[in-house]
């Protein structure tokens, strides 16, 4: 074959469907539950919102975009991560005039140049929420137990939280002269990212996935010690909450990470992450934190926002793994079997009328008794209904169940057989 998809992504095949049905149904219903409304932004937006959003010294940007310029000269970028967008959107459509904080959700593709492995992929979809309007601890917590009914819905079990707060522009500043005074006496033995890192955005240095800065982190100075006084009272108002949350979602924990930074420029105060059981987890499954700077930095008032970002192709990718029984699936209820054109004819019309009544409904090709009989077994249909002249006499048909072979006669009425079928 000439053509393939390109690397780093892929198509979603029929049987895989099933799957993301559950995790996006899931992720609408919980984000509805907690009153967030569903908002599409482009797939792409202009190059300067992402590098004035996300970074311009961020990985994402320097590495990891794809940008072009279109034939009008202006450069443009796929979507590399949502919360921008839907920033750019609050400015543009003065949300700010709405009762705040505006609750959104959005489930779309992102497009990161990246090494493809399982559960991240160049194009990659995400289930995100975001709270923009209101600063307090209290939309903290209530986005924190959305991420966790989310996960809770699709079966995700012994999940840890993990929490930090990086400040704000106000007592940042020292917790960064800090970190600097920490690293420079190390500074000949890092990287050269990492080097570059230790006076540029040092806080980057707490994320860095070399071995050797990895361990000069272990003694690093912490961020919520250099916390002022309104950053660690909203600090610790949020640990109370989500002790408070234990009680309802008792199969997780917490723990506080003093080198969770997260890899956005955006990011002020509350970060978090959320973690799977599984020891040989490569990272989070859910991650996100406040970004109260990010609407001011694009153009709009000073507003303080709050959000997570989870791949959906992980949660695909887990179900996949523990044959989730929650995952159900899209095999058809009855097959329809069919002997004679006359049959036939009939069949197609009771086919439509079982489906109008939310019966899934398939009509077998036209073969022998024995072929269309294979063919409903392939499908791992739970009946098969024949009908052949003798039947079309009669006005009744053979209900046979394919799990353990029991046939009964039923009336050859869509209402009857839909009865039969749940019966």
């Avoid at 190059?47 to 034939?71: A, S």
């Avoid at 080097?195 to 000069?216: F, M, N, V």
């Avoid at 991650?287 to 109260?292: I, L, T, V």
């Avoid at 939310?358 to 022998?368: C, E, F, H, I, W």
Wanted: charged letters at 25%.
């Amino acid at each position: 074959m000439t053509f393939r998809v390109p690397r780093g992504t892929y198509d979603i095949l029929p049987e895989e469907q099933t799957r993301w049905d559950l995790v996006t149904a899931t992720g609408e219903k919980v984000a509805r539950q907690f009153g967030y409304g569903r908002i599409s932004t482009p797939l792409f937006e202009a190059t300067d919102l992402f590098e004035r959003g996300v970074g311009v010294d961020t990985d994402i940007v320097q590495k990891e975009m794809y940008t072009f310029e279109d034939h009008g000269g202006d450069s443009l970028t796929l979507r590399p991560e949502g919360t921008a967008g839907v920033c750019r959107a609050y400015i543009q459509h003065g949300m700010h005039n709405q009762p705040q904080p505006v609750r959104l959700y959005y489930m779309g593709a992102m497009f990161r140049y990246e090494r493809p492995q399982a559960g991240r992929l160049r194009q990659h979809h995400q289930f995100g929420v975001e709270a923009i309007g209101d600063g307090s601890a209290q939309v903290d917590a209530e986005v924190i137990e959305l991420a966790l009914g989310f996960l809770s819905g699709i079966g995700m079990e012994g999940l840890t939280v993990k929490l930090n707060s990086i400040g704000d522009g106000d007592c940042r500043p020292a917790y960064l002269e800090a970190l600097r005074d920490y690293f420079r006496p190390h500074a000949g033995g890092l990287s050269g990212v990492d080097r570059a890192r230790l006076e540029r955005s040092p806080l980057r240095l707490l994320d860095s996935k070399e071995a050797g800065t990895a361990e000069l982190c272990a003694g690093a100075p912490h961020s919520v010690d250099f916390l002022d006084d309104q950053c660690l009272n909203h600090w610790n108002e949020l640990l109370g909450y989500v002790e408070d949350l234990k009680l309802l979602y008792s199969d997780f924990k917490f723990q506080i990470d003093h080198r969770l930074v997260r890899g956005l420029d955006y990011y002020t105060r509350t970060v978090f992450e959320i973690h799977p059981p599984d020891v040989g987890a490569q990272s989070s499954v859910l991650s996100g934190g406040r970004y109260d700077g990010l609407i001011e930095e694009l153009g709009g008032a000073s507003t303080p926002g709050i959000g997570f970002g989870s791949g959906i192709e992980r949660h695909i990718l887990n179900l996949s793994r523990q044959e989730s029984e929650s995952c159900g699936g899209d095999a058809p209820e009855v097959v329809i079997i069919h002997l004679g054109r006359a049959a036939t004819r009939a069949c197609v019309l009771l086919a439509a009328q079982l489906r109008l009544r939310g019966v899934r409904t398939v009509l077998a090709p036209g073969r022998s008794m024995r072929g269309q009989l294979r063919y409903a077994d392939s499908l791992s249909a739970g009946f098969a209904l024949i009908i052949g002249q003798q039947e079309l006499e009669r006005g009744t048909a053979s209900l046979k169940s394919l799990s353990d072979g029991k046939q009964t006669d039923v009336a050859l009425d869509a209402e009857r057989v839909a009865a039969s079928l749940r019966a």
